[in-house]
């Protein structure tokens, strides 16, 4: 793979500074850069000093002005702005990895060997899993905890499914929790057959669990994030847009940051928790080093993997079944006035018609007040077509995942019925109403991959280049618009465009040299960053 190491020595140029050029601290040439300025320029080579561009150019331009003890021959190789993801969740990624895995099960009994296997090596007295997907099941239909309560009738047991939005739980836990099948919960589901709780809770219904899980030490969790940012870095992606943290959490990324060991840039949602409305009053628009906290994360609706999305119509596979607001249009409307009043930017979860239509009509309150309010739709999943153009009147950001396209593909026809996948997954159609899109993964529910993401938007294909001939590929985007959704737009929507999302003088040094060709082609080529650097520093390298 890596045919031209040799090409990469980085040459120490001891006494160059005594002889010509002003001196800087690093220069990168023979690159092809992709600068994602405004007319898209390719340049050879670039200056850097103090962790920013002094000067993006050709490449006689640069070193006949510049010189510098550390320069780096990129042998051609493509250089791009570090990626952004605009959607993720490190913190439930790390949660993952702490918890027993049960990502790509391929059966129910699959994920029962997992679970003992797990049980018998951990001995944990509280078990909690992550990961379970029933559409990849022959039966594809939700599954029960009969099973699990035959195995486990004493230790507690929650076992996610892989959006989050649903769990399953045993009759241990269910008693713990005090939910039975009399409890009433709005907003969610308990799942019910003959009268009696299946152990299977959605959305709202998880919450009194949520209460009662065994928490992780600091420590671990910290380690656990350390761990991923180095995997995020060997994909190139040098910043995430967290959707959703507690109160508690934000300590946790401070200390990281404080320590420097939090190299990558982390622009956080808070949860709309009456702590976290103090902290949006209190301190206003927060900036930490390369941590930043200004928006809120509201969730509006639930999934469609698991019938939660709140639809105009009902599900097509589900009689009268609607899916369900996860937050109020009343709470809604209050987080509204709490980001008037802060500056703070509302980024909603939305993925039935329902919501999307809906949240519309509150952003549109919010852009009467302030037409740079940059709200976000989350997801953006089934919009009604006739809404399509008001991203563009009302200003409203539009934050996608193009991997859950292509993971939805197996059975979202079936859930929603062909006519409403006019305004499904619509990338292209809406960015051209709003002429941005942020672009993300929404890890862990999807693989942190760009590249998945890339062959996803561009050939609408998942990593088993199905379908043949791309899902839905009227919608599809270009490889240029594509990565301008990981990189400068991913800085429009989290107001870090001045800094971040570019290579031109005055920006972050933030870039990636990858190892192959970026580029988009019917069968999916994986690809990875050679090396990675952040504010000039080097933080990733292949060797
Ligand atoms: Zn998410």
């Known amino acids: 793979m890596i045919q031209n190491t040799i090409l990469f020595s980085i040459v120490f140029l001891l006494f160059s500074s005594c002889f010509k050029g002003k001196h800087v601290e690093l220069i990168v040439h023979n690159a092809q850069i992709h600068t994602i300025d405004e007319a898209n320029h390719i340049y050879d080579a670039m200056a850097i ?276 607001l996860t937050t109020s249009e009343d709470f809604m409307n209050r987080i509204a006035s709490v ?12 993925i039935g018609d329902a919501t999307n239509s809906l949240v519309f009509n509150i952003y549109k309150k919010l852009n009467e007040i302030n037409k740079d309010h940059r709200s976000r739709i989350e997801h953006a999943q089934i919009i009604d077509p006739k809404d399509i153009t008001l991203f563009a009147e009302y200003g409203v950001f539009p934050s996608v995942q193009p991997t859950h396209a292509v993971s939805d593909q197996r059975w979202v026809e079936k859930r929603i019925g062909i006519e409403r996948l006019k305004g499904a997954y619509a990338y292209r159609s809406i960015l051209a109403s709003y002429g941005m899109l942020a672009i993300g993964t929404d890890f862990p529910v999807e693989n942190i991959d760009p590249f998945l993401t890339i062959h996803a938007a561009v050939q609408r294909k998942n990593i088993e280049n199905t379908p043949l001939n791309g899902f839905l590929p009227q919608e599809s985007i270009s490889l240029d618009d594509c990565i301008r959704g990981m990189t400068i737009w991913a800085a429009y929507a989290s107001f870090q465009e001045k800094q971040l999302g570019s290579l031109e003088k005055g920006k972050d040094a933030t870039f990636v040299i990858f190892e192959n060709k970026v580029e988009s082609t019917p069968n999916y080529q994986p690809n990875f960053a050679y090396m990675t650097f952040i504010n000039g520093q080097k933080i990733y390298s292949v060797e």
Not at 243 to 263: C, M, R, T, V
């Open 339 to 350: 980001c008037e009043l802060t500056g703070y930017q509302m980024n909603t979860h939305c």
């Open 49 to 324: 000093k103090n962790g920013k561009i002094i000067e993006v150019g050709p490449e006689r331009q640069i070193l006949n002005k510049y010189s510098s003890d550390q320069e780096i021959d990129a042998g051609g190789k493509d250089i791009f702005p570090g990626f952004t993801d605009a959607h993720g969740h490190i913190l439930s990624l790390a949660q993952q990895k702490l918890n027993l895995d049960l990502t790509n099960c391929l059966s129910f009994d699959e994920l029962m060997v997992r679970l003992e296997k797990y049980e018998q090596k951990t001995h944990k007295k509280f078990i909690i899993g992550r990961g379970w997907d029933q559409s990849l099941w022959n039966q594809q239909t939700m599954p029960n905890n009969d099973k699990i309560n035959l195995l486990y009738p004493q230790t507690p047991i929650c076992l996610y499914r892989i959006d989050g939005h649903a769990v399953l739980v045993n009759d241990a836990l269910l008693k713990l929790a005090k939910i039975n099948e009399h409890t009433k919960i709005e907003g969610g589901q308990i799942e019910l057959k003959n009268g009696k709780c299946t152990g299977l809770l959605i959305d709202n219904a998880i919450l009194p669990i949520l209460k009662i899980l065994p928490k992780y030490t600091t420590t671990e969790i910290q380690e656990a994030i350390l761990e991923i940012q180095d995997e995020l870095v060997q994909y190139g992606i040098t910043g995430v847009h967290e959707a959703g943290i507690n109160n508690d959490d934000i300590a946790l990324f401070e200390k990281l940051i404080n320590a420097k060991k939090l190299k990558i840039n982390v622009y956080a949602m808070l949860n709309p928790s009456e702590k976290n409305f103090d902290f949006a009053k209190k301190k206003g628009i927060y900036k930490n080093k390369n941590l930043s906290i200004r928006s809120f994360k509201v969730m509006g609706d639930g999934a469609l993997g698991s019938h939660g999305a709140y639809l105009k119509k009902a599900y097509s596979d589900k009689i009268n079944h609607f899916g369900a």
